[in-house]
């Protein structure tokens, strides 16, 4: 079993900037690859972006592409998201989770945490 538990969201203007952390707990960290997801109302969940097991390959969603910032910190069994230049249609639910492949589709996952929300105004 592996927990997760994000934290750092916030209401931030369009522009600004945000750190989501992920903090996770139970099985190996250097054993899975992690990911972000969220999720807007009224919409389907979407990838924001992934981060490979050793670290070294991350992957990125177009709409994020050179604004999001993916990291893991294997000493401190955390990942985070850094999100730059925010924009309205970022406002979501932002969810950690972790899976044993490293991938794009939320289907892989099957460790989530329980979300937070990032309000960007206008």
């Known amino acids: 079993q592996l927990q997760l538990v994000e934290s750092g969201g916030g209401l931030v203007q369009a522009g600004g900037s945000l750190r989501l952390s992920c903090a996770a707990s139970?099985?190996?960290?250097?054993?899975?690859?992690l990911g972000w997801f969220r999720q807007a109302p009224g919409k389907e969940r979407e990838f924001v972006a992934c981060?490979?097991?050793?670290?070294?390959?991350?992957f990125y969603a177009d709409s994020v592409k050179g604004r999001f910032t993916i990291s893991r910190d294997s000493a401190k069994n955390m990942v985070y998201l850094q999100m730059n230049s925010l924009k309205p249609e970022d406002t979501a639910v932002y969810y950690c989770?972790?899976?044993?492949?490293?991938?794009?589709?939320?289907?892989?996952?099957?460790?989530w945490g329980q979300g937070t929300q990032v309000t960007v105004s206008s």
């Open positions: 981060i490979a097991r050793n670290g070294v390959y991350t």
């Open positions: 989770a972790a899976a044993s492949l490293t991938s794009t589709s939320s289907r892989v996952y099957n460790y």
């Open positions: 139970g099985r190996t960290f250097s054993s899975v690859a």
